[in-house]
């Protein structure tokens, strides 16, 4: 199975600064179409997994635009440019293109 | 907007079953592959099963393997996961998911179902 590491586990952050979560894939996330196929998810306390982003850098409707996603092959980064109370939750990464689909272990982002 | 409610969950004993549903609306059901991932409590998510649209093809992660069986019934827009043979590592919210193709991953997710395996 591909396994998906993400770094920091946890990510104390202040109320309008930079939030960056890192994600590596142990194997390349170019599928055969040359397209790449990274997707992260926001799961705030006590709520289901919201999909922020896929295929690296593309934001789902209705998803701020402080949120951005970059990366290629194996290494990618989510980052939030001004954190928002709103944002504090379990963010995870994941990818589909190798069978089965794994889940990176998730970085909780919280209020310092 | 897509909507994806799941039910059915509750505490059963080891070795006992459960069977999941998932009410889906405001998509073309019968026109996706659907899904369900668990989390067990305080930890990640982990994909269980997968489903083609016309459910000639089914997947399964290798620990539920031959006592998880997933199905669909397309006329009733719904998703189903009958489970036997449970056991307490299988304690988990149960979510049902839309798997998109396109994007390969889960656009939409339910609510979830909690599943508790205890005696």
């Known amino acids: 199975d591909v396994v998906m590491t993400q770094s920091p586990l946890s990510l104390p952050v202040t109320l309008g600064q930079p939030a960056s979560i890192s994600c590596r894939s142990s194997?390349?996330?170019?599928?055969?179409?040359?397209?790449?196929?990274l997707n992260w998810f926001q799961q705030r306390p006590g709520q289901s997994p919201r999909r922020l982003i896929y295929?690296?850098?593309n934001r789902d409707s209705g998803v701020p635009d402080r949120f951005s996603g970059s990366g290629s092959g194996t290494d990618f980064t989510l980052k939030i440019s001004r954190v928002e109370a709103e944002d504090v939750g379990v963010y995870y990464c994941?990818?589909?293109?190798?069978?089965?689909?794994?889940f990176g272990g998730g970085t909780k982002v919280e209020i310092e | 907007e897509v909507q994806l409610v799941e039910s059915g969950g509750g505490l059963v004993q080891p070795g006992g079953s459960l069977r999941l549903s998932c009410a889906a609306s405001?998509?073309?059901?019968?026109?996706?592959?659907m899904s369900w991932v668990r989390q067990a409590p305080g930890k990640g998510l982990e994909w269980v099963a997968n489903?083609?649209?016309?459910?000639?093809?089914?997947y399964y992660v290798d620990s539920v393997k031959g006592r998880f069986t997933i199905s669909r019934d397309n006329a009733k827009n719904s998703l189903y996961l009958q489970m036997n043979s449970l056991r307490a590592e299988d304690t988990a919210v149960y979510y049902c998911?839309?798997?998109?193709?396109?994007?390969?991953?889960?656009?939409?997710w339910g609510q979830g179902t909690l599943v508790t395996v205890s005696s």
């Open positions: 405001m998509f073309s059901f019968s026109t996706f592959w």
């Open positions: 194997q390349s996330l170019v599928y055969s179409d040359g397209n790449t196929y």
């Open positions: 994941m990818q589909g293109i190798h069978w089965p689909p794994t």
């Open positions: 998911a839309r798997w998109a193709g396109r994007t390969k991953d889960f656009d939409n």
């Open positions: 489903i083609k649209q016309d459910g000639s093809e089914k």
């Open positions: 295929k690296v850098s």
